[in-house]
T-cell receptor, first 114, second 118 residues
Framework: GNSVTQMEGPVTLSEEAFLTINCTYT??????LFWYVQYPGEGLQLLLK?????DKGSNKGFEATYRKETTSFHLEKGSVQVSDSAVYFC?????????????FGEGTQLTVNP | DTEVTQTPKHLVMGMTNKKSLKCEQH?????MYWYKQKAKKPPELMFV???????INESVPSRFSPECPNSSLLNLHLHALQPEDSALYLC?????????????????FGPGTRLTVL
C-alpha cells in the first residue's frame, strides 16, 4: 500500500537555524508529492509540491526535492523564523490510481524560538 | 486565487441537534472533499464528490450526510452526533479527480470548522 513516514517531532529550533524535516514514502508508480503546513487554529495550506523525479518544489524559502532513488522528499529551509512555527505534513497522491486520494504522514510540529 | 471558504468557523451542538457545515470554492474545481481532523493527527478522508456526484464514502456513519448542490458548494449535514465526533472538519477541492503526476490532483484546503459536540 501507500504510506508516508515523517521525522518525529516535536522539533524546536532557534530563529535563523537551518531546518530539515525528513519524509520518505512508499507508493506504486510515480506519485505526486506535497508538503502542507498547518498554523495553529487554521486549516492546511499547500506549501510546495513536486510531480516527477528530480523536481524541486519551493515556496517562502522552503524547498524539497523529489528523490525517486531514495523515495524521499525532505523539507528544508535555510533560516527559520518564529512565524514558521506550525505543523508540517508530507503527503502523496499515487501515480497509477484515480481518485486523488491523499496519503498523509503523521505530521511534524515545529517550534521556532526567538 | 486558491481560496476555499468554510462556515461557520466554530460550532457547538448538542447530541440531538441538526446542523450543517458549508464549503464554497470559485476556482472552477470539479472535485470536492470532506476531511475530519483530530488533534495532533493528519486529516482523515470522509467523502469525495466528483462533478457533483458522490465518488467516495469512507464508511462514514450515517449521522454525517454530505450534499453537493452545485459545482461550487459542498455541505455536510450533521444529526445526532456523538461527543467523539468533536474535531476540525476540513473541506478541500481540486481541479478534478485524475491519476497522479499532473496538477489536477493538487488539493486546496479551507480553514476548517471547529466542531464541539456536547
Amino acid at each position: 500500500g501507500n504510506s508516508v513516514t515523517q521525522m518525529e517531532g516535536p522539533v524546536t529550533l532557534s530563529e535563523e537555524a537551518f531546518l530539515t524535516i525528513n519524509c520518505t514514502y512508499t507508493a506504486t508508480g510515480y506519485p505526486s508529492l506535497f508538503w502542507y503546513v498547518q498554523y495553529p487554529g487554521e486549516g492546511l495550506q499547500l506549501l510546495l509540491k513536486a510531480t516527477k523525479a528530480d523536481d524541486k518544489g519551493s515556496n517562502k524559502g522552503f524547498e524539497a526535492t523529489y528523490r525517486k532513488e531514495t523515495t524521499s522528499f525532505h523539507l528544508e529551509k535555510g533560516s527559520v523564523q518564529v512565524s514558521d512555527s506550525a505543523v508540517y505534513f508530507c503527503a502523496l497522491i499515487p501515480g497509477q490510481t484515480s481518485g486523488s486520494r491523499l496519503t498523509f504522514g503523521e505530521g511534524t510540529q515545529l517550534t521556532v524560538n526567538p | 486565487d486558491t481560496e476555499v471558504t468554510q462556515t461557520p468557523k466554530h460550532l457547538v451542538m448538542g447530541m440531538t441537534n441538526k446542523k450543517s457545515l458549508k464549503c464554497e470554492q470559485h476556482m472552477g474545481h470539479r472535485a470536492m472533499y470532506w476531511y475530519k481532523q483530530k488533534a495532533k493527527k493528519p486529516p482523515e478522508l470522509m467523502f469525495v464528490y466528483s462533478y457533483e456526484k458522490l465518488s467516495i464514502n469512507e464508511s462514514v456513519p450515517s449521522r454525517f450526510s454530505p450534499e453537493c448542490p452545485n459545482s461550487s458548494l459542498l455541505n455536510l449535514h450533521l444529526h445526532a452526533l456523538q461527543p467523539e465526533d468533536s474535531a476540525l472538519y476540513l473541506c478541500a477541492s481540486s481541479p478534478r479527480l485524475t491519476s497522479g503526476g499532473i496538477s489536477g490532483d493538487t488539493q486546496y484546503f479551507g480553514p476548517g470548522t471547529r466542531l464541539t459536540v456536547l
